[in-house]
């Protein structure tokens, strides 16, 4: 029986050697494929089922052709904009062509924002404008939980349906793992139509539990909008273990609302393959806004050419002239962003980071905290937020431009999931943006003063440095 281990073990020995290979004809970062090979060397078999897994590039053709979006895109918004007295502010009008250029992200003018900082006020305003839908409520969103919030909401949705709204939803299919399809088959059997986002079924598996969609977009009639980082779930009302969820949503009215509803509807094609391009879901603008709040909606996936938001942040940190604050859960600078920051504060910018103190996923504190120490030696202010789990992903930069969405400062919004984030080019938001993050930054005190407390041992920077090897996968 001994020759049937060695004739095993030669197969394993080739199909390993078969997947490095495939791995470095990726082409992918250097970093990245180093990480992939040390992780086939080091786990046997798990680390190819890791790869089989979350590993895998999967062409942008599998997922959604060009040809498509174009139409889509041809077809819809375009029809319908029409915008008098459009002034992009000339500072920043090179990112603005580079998120135009990229992926079609056209800038609106005319717009109303609210913010919400906890889920008591945002989830009373969603529901309150749910509730006034007359004619469509389109919503994309990573998780959907069978919790009482999550049913509130789902009943809300089925009222409206059942007077006549039509209602669509999108949930992310790995996002929502642990919710029984019974949830969603009764929103279903109310008439609202609902679709998982790239559903991951065994033998199917492979890579598609690798590309989620992140985002959290609601659109109601057309004309009322909202985008953050908050999903369907108790936990942003209730908290978690004791532990009170902040986080941050916007409630958009105007011009920006179209690039809301484009987004959505790219993603409604994709799951539902239905070409929605009607003049109804593009209705006219509110007549009683009338300021120059520019706004692009950016959207950034695996399946484009370009990883946009990223390179709108790395482009923010490079051109600051005064200060750029940032707000994320998770703190897994890719290697461009992370050059960004230490580039920008090493000029005397500014630059400070809001970070929980205690992340949710254990793996992700200890692999944060060696980048942590990397931006601090260049002068990087890191803020660990003390007041609860702070799950807010913004950005905000010399009294003139910020940005909030879906995105976090990692690897896996950066580069594999479907993230949405709207950039605001307007003096008195920018100014809402940075008050919030200071009234955060009282509650965060730095961590260089947390880490001269407690200083890490020899044993946790090691272990801290393993796991930062990890940080591309996680």
């Known amino acids: 029986m001994e020759y049937l281990y060695w004739i095993f073990y030669a197969l ?18 250097p970093a990245k494929t180093m990480t992939w090979i040390l992780v086939l060397w080091a786990l046997p078999v798990i680390g190819i089922l890791l790869y089989i897994f979350f590993g895998q590039n999967t062409r942008k053709e599998r997922l959604i052709s060009e040809r498509s979006l174009s139409q889509l895109t041809k077809r819809s918004m375009f029809e319908y904009i029409e915008q008098k007295d459009l002034r992009l502010p000339e500072s920043h009008r090179p990112l603005m062509l580079l998120f135009k250029n990229q992926s079609m992200a056209l800038p609106f003018k005319d717009n109303d924002v609210a913010l919400y900082t906890s889920g008591y006020d945002f989830f009373p305003a969603l529901l309150h404008a749910i509730s006034m839908a007359q004619h469509h409520i389109h919503i994309d969103i990573y998780i959907f939980e ?48 609902v679709h998982p986002f790239m559903p991951v079924k065994f033998p199917a598996f492979t890579s598609k539990a690798n590309y989620r969609n992140h985002r959290k977009i609601v659109v109601i009639d057309g004309k009322v ?13 209730k908290g978690t273990d004791a532990q009170p969820w902040r986080d941050t949503m916007m409630r958009i009215t105007g011009g920006a609302v179209y690039g809301l509803q484009r987004a959505f509807l790219i993603d409604w094609y994709f799951v539902d393959r239905t070409l929605i391009t009607s003049r109804n879901y593009y209705p006219a603008l509110e007549a009683d806004i009338h300021n120059n709040c520019v706004a692009q909606v950016v959207t950034s996936s695996p399946v484009t050419e370009w990883p946009d938001i990223m390179q709108g942040y790395v482009r923010i940190l490079l051109e600051a002239k005064r200060y750029v604050y940032i707000e994320t859960p998770y703190f897994l600078p890719t290697e461009p962003v992370l050059f960004a920051l230490r580039t920008a504060a090493l000029a005397g910018i500014d630059v400070r980071i809001i970070i929980p103190m205690h992340s949710d996923t254990r793996v992700v504190e200890w692999a944060s905290s060696s980048y942590i120490k990397d931006v601090i030696d260049a002068g990087v202010k890191v803020c660990l937020y003390q007041a609860g789990f702070n799950h807010s992903k913004f950005l905000v930069s010399d009294d003139s431009i910020c940005t909030c969405g879906s995105t976090n400062v990692d690897f896996r919004s950066f580069e594999h999931n479907f993230e949405a984030n709207v950039f605001f080019y307007d003096e008195g938001l920018a100014l809402r943006m940075k008050k919030i993050f200071l009234k955060d930054e009282a509650v965060s005190p730095l961590a260089t003063e947390v880490y001269a407390k407690t200083p890490f041992s020899f044993r946790r920077r090691l272990w801290a440095s393993i796991v930062r090897l990890l940080s591309p996968l996680l």
């Open 12 to 29: 394993y020995i080739i199909v390993d050697a078969l997947v490095m290979i495939k791995v470095v004809m990726d082409n992918r970062q």
């Open 146 to 193: 069978d919790d009482e919030l999550g049913n509130l909401i789902a009943d809300t949705l089925i009222d409206r349906a059942k007077h006549g709204v039509e209602v669509r939803v999108i949930y992310d299919d790995v996002g929502c793992w642990k919710v029984k399809n019974a949830f969603y088959e009764r929103m279903r059997n109310a008439g609202i139509d």
């Open 225 to 237: 909008g909202f985008i953050g980082g908050m999903n369907f779930a108790t936990r942003y009302v």
